[in-house]
C-alpha cells in the first residue's frame, strides 16, 4: 500500500527493532525509502532481475513475490539496489531531463535538416543553426507550408535552447564543490556535463570493492562463456547505468585526442577491430582510469605508450 496512514497504522503494531523491510526497485520507490529512513526502519531494496534469477521464478504476483523476497532475505541472498542521497537523486533528475530536452532539440534540428534536403537546399555554413545560418534557412524558397514548419521548429529550438543552458549551469553549481569534480576534470576527455554524470551515478566510489565490479556497472564490461578451454566473448553488459557507459563512451574520442598512449592504442584497435569496438576499448581504459583517480585522490597520469603486441581491449 502507499497510503501513509496504514503504514503508520501497520508499523506502529510491530515491536521496535524486531524487524526490517524488503521491497522492488519499483519505478517510484523512493518516497518508500525516505519514509522507512525517516521512521528509522531498517530497509533493503532488491534488485528485481537478479532476485529473479536467483529464485528461478517461473509465476509473478503480489503474493509470490512477497514470499520470495522473505525468503531471500532470512538466508541473506537478497541482491540489494543501492539507494543514492537525496540530494545526489535530485541531480540525477536534472541531467536526465537536460538530456531528454537535448534529444528533443536534436531531432528538431534533424526535422529542419530532412526538410532542407527535400528541397536539394545545401547549406554553406558549418554551424547551420548560429544567426547565418537561420537567416540562410529561412531566406530560401521553398512552399510556404515548408516555410511555416520551419519557423516553427526554429522557435521550438529557441525556446529550448535557454533552458538547456540554464540547466547546464545548475549542474555544474552543484557539482562545482564536490571532492570529486576537479579530480575528474583532470580525465582527458571528461568536461564538466560527464563529470558530473559520473558524480550523479557514483555517488561514493568506495561501494565499488573492486575495478571489475565498477567497469561493468558502467556497462563496459563484455560478457564471456567459458567451456573447457574455449571462451567466447560476447556482447556488452547492457543491464548497466546506461547515463554512465554514454559518458565514458562520448568521452572516449576526445580522449584519444589529448593522450597519447590512448591515441596510439585506439588507432591499432581501429585498424583491427573497428571504430565501434575500438571506442568502447577506450571508454572501458578510461572508466579504469577513473576508478583508480577516484580511490587514491590522485590526478590523471597519461599513459605511456605500449608496444602493439601487448595491447588489449580490457
Excluded at 155 to 160: N, V
Aim: glycine fraction near 4%.
Amino acid at each position: 500500500s502507499n497510503n501513509i496512514n496504514f503504514l503508520n497504522a501497520y508499523f506502529n503494531n510491530l515491536k521496535p527493532h524486531s524487524f526490517r523491510v524488503t521491497f522492488e526497485a519499483t519505478r517510484g520507490f523512493y518516497w518508500l525509502a525516505d519514509y522507512l529512513t525517516k521512521k528509522k526502519i531498517p530497509f533493503i531494496v532488491s534488485n528485481p532481475f537478479l532476485n529473479r534469477a536467483i529464485a528461478n521464478v517461473h509465476a509473478k504476483n503480489d503474493k509470490f513475490d512477497a514470499k520470495i523476497l522473505a525468503d531471500l532475505t532470512r538466508t541473506n541472498l537478497i541482491a540489494k539496489c543501492y539507494v543514492a542521497s537525496i540530494k545526489i537523486r535530485e541531480l540525477r533528475e536534472i541531467i536526465a531531463h537536460r538530456s531528454k530536452l537535448v534529444q528533443i532539440s536534436t531531432k528538431l534540428k534533424n526535422k529542419i535538416h530532412l526538410i532542407l534536403a527535400k528541397y536539394n537546399n545545401i547549406p554553406p555554413y558549418t554551424e547551420m543553426f548560429g544567426p547565418n545560418g537561420i537567416t540562410w534557412i529561412l531566406s530560401q524558397q521553398n512552399s510556404q507550408v515548408y516555410l511555416n514548419i520551419l519557423n516553427e521548429t526554429l522557435e521550438f529550438l529557441d525556446f529550448l535552447k535557454p533552458k538547456i543552458l540554464a540547466l547546464e549551469r545548475t549542474i555544474r553549481e552543484k557539482v562545482h564543490e564536490h571532492p570529486y569534480f576537479r579530480l575528474l576534470l583532470t580525465v582527458p576527455g571528461i568536461g564538466v556535463l560527464n563529470a558530473a554524470v559520473i558524480i550523479a551515478r557514483i555517488e561514493n566510489i568506495n561501494r565499488f570493492p573492486k575495478v571489475e565490479k565498477f567497469i561493468r556497472y558502467a556497462g563496459l564490461s563484455v560478457n564471456t562463456r567459458a567451456s573447457a578451454d574455449k571462451i567466447r566473448l560476447g556482447r556488452l553488459n547492457r543491464r548497466s547505468d546506461k547515463f554512465l557507459r554514454t559518458a565514458f563512451v562520448d568521452a572516449a574520442i576526445a580522449a584519444a585526442q589529448k593522450d597519447p598512449g590512448l591515441s596510439e592504442f585506439y588507432k591499432y584497435l581501429k585498424s583491427q577491430k573497428g571504430n565501434g569496438i575500438a571506442r568502447v576499448a577506450v571508454a572501458r581504459k578510461l572508466a579504469r582510469s577513473v576508478y583508480f583517480v577516484l580511490q587514491k585522490s590522485t590526478p590523471y597520469h597519461f599513459r605511456s605508450i605500449q608496444p602493439k603486441w601487448n595491447y588489449n581491449s580490457g
